[in-house]
């Protein structure tokens, strides 16, 4: 055992120095406790928009934020980042808040639905993005966890077992093993040389400003929407076709991870569409386009047996209910271009223009 | 959980510390549930598989090596209880049909329905009858194969034709017999280990050896600086070139074509040396896979370096029962043809995978009948290795005739690899077809040289890594080449190999590629 022991003490000034950078550089904000996160939802509350948020656990915004409204906002969307262009131009001049977090699933629109509820009054409509993975099994997207509780709560209201899952704690655990963890690891090196060569590539607070947009750094508007920095907001047609293509061979064999509809999924999916229908909410879903390079490459490799299939789904489920469906995972059928996507999956503002004025129309 | 994942790196460290905390006794039986754990966690639906393999050759063995009645009284063996040489060739056959089973059900039977419907299409004929089977029709979704299985059959088809050819390798206990099929290290993609011969480690006493330990942990550095640096960082570009075939003409393709050949090779190599470096730390000595085979200067030499259990494998159960070399030419040809197809179709049931091992089986069977000519010949004609025998040692022209050899062998092998690699047949001979196309003009200025790569996602950053890292890699293996790496490792003070060890741990940890790829051999 002595061989271990040593093996062990050798292996320490390694495992010493992995977690001196991760937890010394923190890119993702995972040690610095919860600060951050009231101090954005703080100028949200107050309307103003907020640039140069670093990395930063955008659930715990949303449950700082719900705590400091008095109201829920008339018009509330729900999704990932694929959702995060919905602007408040969408609402008709009601009052509008785009609640998206990113990486959402399912777990993360009951959550957020449910401290948007318990507000007087609730909000009068919900536009529900739903995107692909939000009926299979998502284990790998564990974001929600942070608002677990909020989960549990509308689950009971829905009528649903919340189930054994991991808890607040569990989640912060896991959050101490990124200190050695290797990804995180090359993240926080490469930030490091980065603010090394160039002091101003340091990570700079966040601060409220009027302004809508930098070239330097995104800006989270005060209706929750987000604004990319100038990189983003002017990749060329190319650069964004090639991204659409990459992301195609990425998830060759599915569709964002998907590679089958889940009925356990589908059915918690439709307790949660009943449960906002029977609180009185109006219900709108939005199903964010695919870049046409992906959705090409997606056709031709598998027929996109599962994004036909959840769309197929999703309409029906609405139909049967009489809620409107704005979009389509093809863009084609959701009247959009190549030019309306910064890359294989997050939709233009002007493409969600497209695809609500297609709404007005009707 | 992979081999190169934290997690599954501590824990083992926890599992080899209990290991050898355990009395003798109780070691075998950890070993065996570390392995059914390990499985489970790849998923609980594939475990059934295993166990019924593993049950079934354990059984076929004591079929074949029953001895029905006791010995005689004057302690001879009468001959009578064992099973006579004809029924146990029929025992041997239906133990190994039972056996083969599951693999063939799982991993052909798509592949075979597929081929006959669409040949059935083509000609015309009437309805289609396995069209229910193929992948179109939900068969792939239905019936995944179980991670693995190629090799524990092959580990448990080895173990049966062992034993009906000398049933004293028969092993009577369960447990220990379900070790050799699922030692952990080796249960998803080998090293092929005979039973026989794992099952004689396991009966000898085995007392902690620092040295090998030691050489395990090497082992296991050197397998994880092979995968994720250089592996996993190739895999990036070749997978983007891949995953869009037709978008792609000159350099792009011929950074697929050579960058595949070496992904491959530090993908199975790094594989093989963290199974060997793992197996170290429990106390057993390694199985040796791969013997830097693109060093080769013939194709037979490749391949006796090249996957060496998978090779032996089919050398001792397919190619010498065929007749091997001593038989006519003609018969010779058609032994080596078959082996290599059937060694093709193991790796992956697609008609890639048996071209590519079909070429594999001329480039052999040219190789074969080369040798002899070249023997006879004196003209120029003659193989590179009869010019290079005759040359003085370390001459230049012997070192650039073999290196030249070498050169030729490495190329024609990752030309049979874009087969390997490609979806299909037809996308296969586009690379080849268009890999030349433009290369001229792509090389013509440094703008356009980086404008032809730009779409493989290979940066400067990245090129660079893999340049330091395959060069240090070219170093090590020329010196273990030379039989001097030992030598030179072992004779540095203890500074300089901590240094050096260091030194490697942090470009693992700066360099590799942490997106968790899976090991290219899994999915066989």
């Known amino acids: 055992m002595d061989f271990f022991r040593r093996t062990f003490l050798k292996a320490l000034p390694v495992m010493f120095a992995v977690s001196i950078v991760t937890v010394g550089v923190d890119p993702a904000n995972l040690f610095r406790g919860s600060s951050y996160e009231r101090g954005i939802a703080t100028y949200l509350a107050q309307g103003r928009n907020v640039a140069a948020i670093g990395n930063h656990d955008d659930r715990l915004v949303q449950r700082y934020l719900a705590a400091k409204l008095g109201a829920s906002p008339e018009v509330l969307v729900l999704g990932s980042s694929r959702a995060m262009q919905i602007r408040r131009n969408v609402a008709d001049g009601r009052d509008f808040f785009n609640a998206s977090v990113s990486e959402a699933a399912l777990e993360d629109l009951e959550a957020i639905a449910q401290l948007y509820l318990q507000l007087e009054p609730p909000p009068r409509e919900v536009i529900v993005s739903v995107d692909p993975w939000d009926l299979q099994e998502t284990g790998w997207l564990i974001g929600w966890k942070t608002l677990s509780t909020e989960r549990d709560r509308i689950l009971a209201q829905m009528g649903r077992d919340p189930g054994g899952h991991w808890t607040d704690r569990w989640q912060a655990l896991l959050r101490y093993g990124q200190a050695l963890s290797p990804s995180y690891f090359q993240e926080s090196a490469q930030r490091l040389m980065r603010a090394l060569v160039d002091e101003g590539a340091a990570r700079s607070a966040y601060f409220a400003t009027d302004q809508t947009e930098f070239d330097d750094k995104p800006v989270k508007l005060a209706d929750g929407s987000l604004v990319y920095d100038a990189a983003m907001r002017r990749l060329s047609a190319e650069a964004a076709d090639r991204s659409a293509l990459e992301y195609g061979v990425k998830w060759r064999d599915k569709i964002d991870g998907v590679s089958r509809l889940e009925p356990a999924r589908q059915a918690e999916f439709e307790d949660f569409v009943g449960y906002l229908l029977a609180r009185g909410v109006q219900v709108t879903i939005y199903l964010g386009p695919y870049h046409p390079t992906t959705y090409a490459y997606f056709l031709r490799e598998r027929n996109l047996r599962v994004g036909g299939e959840v769309e197929d789904y999703v309409r029906s489920m609405a139909a049967a209910r009489n809620i409107e469906v704005l979009g389509s995972y093809d863009p084609a059928r959701a009247g959009v271009g190549p030019e309306d996507f910064f890359d294989a999956q997050h939709v233009r503002e002007s493409g969600v223009a497209k695809i609500f004025s297609q709404e007005a129309a009707r | ?524």
Not at chain 2, 163 to 188: C, H, K, N, T, W
Not at chain 2, 326 to 336: A, C, F, I, S, Y
Request: glycine share 8%; hydrophobic share 50%; with cysteine.
């Open chain 2, 1 to 524: 959980m992979t081999f190169t994942s934290p997690l599954f790196l501590a824990l083992l460290f926890l599992s080899v510390c209990a290991y050898w905390a355990l009395p003798v006794r109780f070691r075998w039986i950890w070993l065996l549930v570390a392995g059914y754990l390990l499985y489970l966690s790849t998923g609980p639906a594939f475990f059934p598989t295993l166990l019924v393999v593993t049950l079934a050759t354990y059984l076929g063995g004591r079929l074949l090596g029953a001895r029905a009645a006791p010995r005689a009284p004057d302690g001879t063996d009468s001959g009578e209880a064992r099973p006579k040489a004809t029924r146990r060739g029929r025992r041997l056959a239906l133990t190994l049909v039972v056996a083969a089973a599951p693999l063939v059900v799982f991993k052909y039977t798509g592949f075979v329905a597929d081929t006959v419907t669409s040949a059935a299409r083509a000609a015309g004929a009437g309805p289609d009858l396995f069209a229910w089977l193929t992948p179109e029709h939900g068969w792939a979704q239905t019936l995944l194969l179980p991670i693995g299985i190629s090799f524990y059959t092959f580990k448990g088809m080895s173990y049966l034709i062992e034993v009906a050819r000398d049933p004293s390798r028969m092993e009577r206990s369960l447990g220990r017999y379900a070790l050799s099929i699922s030692f952990f290290p080796q249960i998803f993609a080998g090293p092929i280990e005979r039973p026989h011969a794992f099952l004689a480690k396991l009966r000898v006493a085995r007392p902690f050896d620092r040295e090998r330990a030691s050489a395990g942990l090497g082992l296991l550095a050197s397998g994880l600086f092979k995968k994720l640096v250089v592996a996993d960082n190739l895999a990036a570009a070749v997978n983007q070139v891949y995953g869009d075939l037709s978008a792609h003409v000159g350099l792009p393709l011929v950074l697929a074509i050579f960058g595949f050949s070496l992904q491959i090779y530090y993908d199975f190599s790094g594989y093989s040396d963290i199974a060997n470096g793992i197996a170290q730390l429990f106390g057993f000595d390694g199985v040796e896979n791969f013997r830097r085979p693109y060093f080769a200067r013939s194709f037979r030499e490749f391949w006796q370096r090249w996957h060496i259990s998978l090779s032996t494998w089919f050398r001792d159960y397919l190619y010498f029962p065929l007749g091997g070399s001593r038989v006519g030419p003609t018969r010779h040809v058609v032994n080596l043809m078959i082996t290599f197809v059937v060694s093709g179709l193991w790796h992956g049931a697609a008609w890639t995978f048996a071209f590519w091992g079909a070429l594999h089986g001329l480039l052999l069977v040219a190789d074969s009948f080369a040798r002899p000519l070249a023997a006879r010949s004196p003209g120029p004609s003659r193989a590179f290795e009869v010019a290079e025998a005759e040359a003085p040692r370390g001459t230049a022209g012997r070192v650039l005739r073999s290196a030249a050899a070498g050169i030729g062998v490495f190329v024609m092998v990752s030309v049979a690899w874009v087969f390997f690699r490609a979806p299909s047949l037809g996308d296969a001979i586009y690379v080849l077809s268009h890999a030349a196309s433009g290369v001229v003009a792509q090389l013509g200025s440094a703008k356009a040289f980086r404008a032809a790569l730009a779409p493989t996602g290979l940066t400067a950053a990245s090129a660079g890594v893999l340049a330091v890292s395959l060069a240090a890699l070219l170093v090590v293996e020329v010196l273990q080449e030379s039989g001097r790496w030992s030598g030179i490792w072992s004779t540095r003070p203890a500074w300089q190999r901590h240094v050096l060890a260091y030194g490697m741990v942090a470009w693992i940890l700066l360099a590799g590629s942490f997106e968790q790829n899976s090991f290219i051999y899994f999915q066989f």
